[in-house]
């Protein structure tokens, strides 16, 4: 089982960036997958989380409305578009999946103002 990250950089406030996350070794189609990031001396914390056909999704409040979570199951694949970024978005993004309890190695996304 292995998730990949892509897409971080560095944009400034306001900005936007797409997230990829390509999963490999189990069956992509049939699991919710979830985005997470940590924050320099911050705990790990939940960003997003996309049901297994995409019909749900929710997030932490503090992105709601900028930032949007989607799959293509064809591609297995699952991307986070992160929009009206601020400068406490910082971190570095995960994605994961629970069941294999499986971490991607993060991207970077640095916000500056």
């Known amino acids: 089982v292995q998730l990949v990250e892509s897409g ?5 406030a306001g900005g936007s960036l797409r997230l990829s996350c390509s999963a490999s070794g189990f ?9 997470f990031r940590q924050a320099p001396g911050k ?4 960003v997003a989380a ?6 749900l999704v929710n ?3 503090s992105v709601k409305g900028r930032f949007t979570i989607s799959r ?4 297995n ?3 986070l578009q992160m929009n009206s ?8 993004y995960y994605c994961y999946n629970q069941p294999y309890d499986t971490w991607g190695q993060g991207t970077q996304v640095t916000v500056s103002s």
């Not at 971080?8 to 400034?12: I, K």
């Not at 293509?72 to 591609?75: E, G, L, R, T, Y």
């Not at 970024?85 to 971190?91: H, I, Q, V, Y």
């Open 27 to 35: 069956t992509f189609s049939s699991y919710t997958m979830r985005w």
């Open 8 to 12: 971080g950089g560095l944009v400034q």
């Open 43 to 46: 705990e790990r914390e939940f």
């Open 85 to 92: 970024l601020k400068p406490e978005d910082t971190a570095i």
């Open 59 to 61: 997030y932490t409040d």
């Open 77 to 79: 694949t699952v991307y």
């Open 72 to 75: 293509d199951n064809a591609k």
């Open 50 to 55: 996309i049901s297994s056909l995409g019909s």
